[in-house]
Each structure stands twice: as structure tokens, then as C-alpha cells.
């Protein structure tokens, strides 16, 4: 059964302090792995699509990256604005349609 | 303008009861889907609709019942709400790149 596991559930930060969150997953042939980002009271908001181990994606201070078994999102010298809840997704070639969430990650940014 | 919108934002009602909660997306996308997210951020897909057609019906109880009158619309009735169906329903569309765009969410609370 295709799974998606994300570490670890909260994690809490000085501001300027980097780090790396994680996604684990188990599918049957990868089309797709998705990260998005989720503010408190409003819908998930998509950051990156990875497609294949060695990939890479930046947006400010965040990368994306892909391996195998696990997608990392690094943060580098957070922000509190950075505070949000970070979902990572599956889309499996077995079923296209069928995007799978894992149960995210809270970062949480102090000042 | 809001790309996939959703109402009521908020919906709380009685055990017993029927609701629905409404869901339009001016993005043009062919594929639509219903999320459930529980208390602890844990997103599950529920139905998805291709064009008009269900194409995703996961293990959800027969008191959900989609409707999607044309490509841009997907309704989702819930009949005889129980105390478990407390949620956050998220209406979503996919576009290009396989790209999830969520509504806002719609906030059920059964009492």
C-alpha cells in the first residue's frame, strides 16, 4: 500500500536556526512528490513538484530534495513568517489520479 | 479572485442532520477532488471527479455523496452527520504538473 510518512510531527526553532524536515515514502513507482505548505485556518498551498531521485528545488529559504525512499525540505536561516504546517505528497504511477498527503510536519520559528 | 472556493467556511449543526458544502473552481481544471482533515492535520482523500465522472471513491460511508453538476462544480451531501464527521473539508482541483490547488476549507463541527 502506498504510504507517506513525515518527521518529525513538531518542530520548533530559534529564528536563524536551519534545519531539515522529513518525508518518507512507499509507493509503487513514483510520478510525483509534492511539498506544500499549510497556515493555520486555510488550505494547503503548493511549493514544489519533485519527479526523480537527485532532483532539486529552491524557493527562498527553502530546498526541496529527492532520494529514493525520502524527500528532505531544508530551511535555511528560518523567519517566523516561516511558521506554517509543511505536508508532503505522493503520486503514484499505480493510480494518477490518488494523491497521497502524509500528516505533515508544525514548524514553529521563535524570535 | 479566488481560484477554488468553497461555503460555507463554517457549518455547525446537530447529530442526525443533513448538510451540504458547496465547491467552485474558475481555474478550468478537468479533475476535482474532496479532502477530510482531522484534528491532527492528517489530509484523506475522499472522492475525486474527472470531468463530471467519479473516478475516486474511497472507503467513505454512503452517507457522503458527491455531486458534480458540470466540470466546475463538485458538491458534497452528507446525510445523518455523526459526532466523527467533525472535520475540516478541503475542495481541491488538480492542474497542470499535477498541481493540488485547495480551497479554503469548510469547518464542521457536529454537536
Known amino acids: 500500500e502506498d504510504q507517506v510518512t513525515q518527521s518529525p510531527e513538531a518542530l520548533r526553532l530559534q529564528e536563524g536556526e536551519s534545519s531539515s524536515l522529513n518525508c518518507s515514502y512507499t509507493?509503487?513507482?513514483?510520478?510525483?512528490l509534492f511539498w506544500y505548505r499549510q497556515d493555520p485556518g486555510k488550505g494547503p498551498e503548493f511549493l514544489f513538484t519533485?519527479?526523480?531521485a537527485g532532483e532539486e528545488k529552491e524557493k527562498e529559504r527553502l530546498k526541496a530534495t529527492l532520494t529514493k525512499k525520502e524527500s528532505f525540505l531544508h530551511i535555511t536561516a528560518p523567519k517566523p513568517e516561516d511558521s506554517a504546517t509543511y505536508l508532503c505528497?505522493?503520486?503514484?504511477?499505480?493510480?494518477?489520479?490518488?494523491?497521497?498527503f502524509g500528516s505533515g510536519t508544525r514548524l514553529s520559528i521563535r524570535p | 479572485d479566488t481560484a477554488v472556493s468553497q461555503t460555507p467556511k463554517y457549518l455547525v449543526t446537530q447529530m442526525g442532520n443533513d448538510k451540504s458544502i458547496k465547491c467552485e473552481q474558475n481555474?478550468?481544471?478537468?479533475?476535482m477532488y474532496w479532502y477530510k482533515q482531522d484534528s491532527k492535520k492528517f489530509l484523506k482523500i475522499m472522492f475525486s471527479?474527472?470531468?463530471?465522472?467519479?473516478?475516486i471513491n474511497e472507503t467513505v460511508p454512503n452517507r457522503f455523496s458527491p455531486k458534480s453538476p458540470d466540470k466546475a462544480h463538485l458538491n458534497l451531501h452528507i446525510n445523518s452527520l455523526e459526532l466523527g464527521d467533525s472535520a475540516v473539508y478541503f475542495c481541491a482541483s488538480r492542474g497542470p504538473g499535477n498541481t493540488i490547488y485547495f480551497g479554503e476549507g469548510s469547518w464542521l463541527t457536529v454537536v
Open positions: 481555474l478550468g481544471h478537468d479533475t
Open positions: 509507493v509503487s513507482g513514483l510520478r510525483g
Open positions: 519533485l519527479y526523480s
Open positions: 505528497a505522493v503520486q503514484a504511477d499505480s493510480s494518477a489520479s490518488k494523491i497521497i
Open positions: 471527479y474527472n470531468n463530471k465522472e467519479l473516478i
